[in-house]
T-cell receptor
Framework: AQTVTQSQPEMSVQEAETVTLSCTYD???????LFWYKQPPSRQMILVIR??????QNATENRFSVNFQKAAKSFSLKISDSQLGDAAMYFCAYRGNRDDKIIFGKGTRLHILP | DADVTQTPRNRITKTGKRIMLECSQT?????MYWYRQDPGLGLQLIYY???????NKGEISDGYSVSRQAQAKFSLSLESAIPNQTALYFCATSDQVRDEQFFGPGTRLTVL
């Protein structure tokens, strides 16, 4: 069965600095999708970024980028120029190509220090 | 207007009561999901539905049931609520073409 592991329950970063959130996953599939979701205090789940496993190029969305290492089954999220509004829980998630279910990690709570 | 709505947003109930959480979507998606979120556990899948006639159990379906009344509506029921069902419940939808899931605002349920 696929699993998603986020080893950092909490992290803190100074405003305007860069922070990287870690995620590893386990799968026997070769084709799949990976996601990072943000959950601010409003509790709404918001998609931050997605990566298709068949794409070698790392996905980027403005200040958010990923480091996708397929062989290592690693999918880290880098947030550049951290802003106070980035404070939230961040969930890494996996979806196999043959299965519509998404498997979530347990989350990393990110604090932004002013 | 929100694409995925959930009612109620907050609910406090007592042990043994029957509770229904409702989800509606205007995105036209066929696939709908119910998740439960507990602190430190991420989101766990309760039930999911690929169309009106297709209902599937997720990781933690015991104690829950669902009804897909229409393409746009997917309800979650707790037949006899118990305190360990206190959690945040999310409904989500997804497009068959794209794989992104779109989440509702969540329902915070407290069972006393």
């Amino acid at each position: 069965a696929q699993t998603v592991t986020q080893s950092q329950p909490e992290m803190s970063v100074q405003e305007a600095e860069t922070v990287t959130l870690s995620c590893t996953y386990d799968t026997s599939e070769s084709d799949y999708y990976l996601f990072w979701y943000k959950q601010p205090p409003s509790r709404q789940m918001i998609l931050v970024i997605r990566q298709e496993a068949y794409k070698q190029q790392n996905a980027t969305e403005n200040r958010f980028s990923v480091n996708f290492q397929k062989a290592a089954k690693s999918f880290s999220l880098k947030i550049s120029d951290s802003q106070l509004g980035d404070a939230a829980m961040y969930f890494c998630a996996y979806r196999g190509n043959r299965d519509d279910k998404i498997i979530f990690g347990k989350g990393t709570r990110l604090h932004i220090l002013p | 207007d929100a694409d995925v709505t959930q009612t109620p947003r907050n609910r406090i109930t007592k042990t043994g009561k029957r509770i229904m959480l409702e989800c509606s979507q205007t995105k036209g998606h066929d696939r709908m999901y119910w998740y439960r979120q507990d602190p430190g556990l991420g989101l766990q899948l309760i039930y999911y539905s690929f169309d009106v006639k297709d209902i599937n159990k997720g990781e933690i379906s015991d104690g829950y049931s669902v009804s897909r009344q229409a393409q746009a509506k997917f309800s979650l029921s707790l037949e006899s609520a118990i305190p360990n069902q206190t959690a945040l419940y999310f409904c989500a939808t997804s497009d068959q073409v794209r794989d992104e899931q779109f989440f509702g605002p969540g329902t915070r349920l407290t069972v006393l």
